[in-house]
């Protein structure tokens, strides 16, 4: 299991190549791993810059955009999901 400390290595080199989808991606590892307040602050800080990039999802129901929602994300990254009610669509 990777430390706190390489969590925030990684998501600070990101940053530094530009990719602040990655780099918010390490900061909530590193989250999930130990809930430290200063990591939900950078999280809270990153996570409108990315979101403003994220493409809009459209449906009258929850999980309508739910499930297009998931259906954006690249295969490898809708693991988060497991076990959710949202399904993808037709």
Not at 54 to 68: C, F, I, T, Y
Request: hydrophobic share 45%; proline share 7%.
């Amino acid at each position: 299991m990777a430390t706190l400390q390489d969590g925030l290595k990684a998501a600070l080199a990101a940053l530094q190549a530009g990719e602040q989808d990655a780099a918010l991606e390490s900061l909530l590892a590193s989250w999930r791993a130990r809930r430290v307040p200063e990591l939900a602050d950078l999280i809270d800080r990153l996570s409108p810059l990315v979101a403003e990039k994220a493409p809009r999802v459209e449906g009258k129901r929850l999980l309508d955009k739910q499930a297009r929602w998931i259906a954006l994300a690249p295969p490898g990254r809708r693991t988060w999901c497991t076990g959710c009610s949202a399904r993808s669509p037709r």
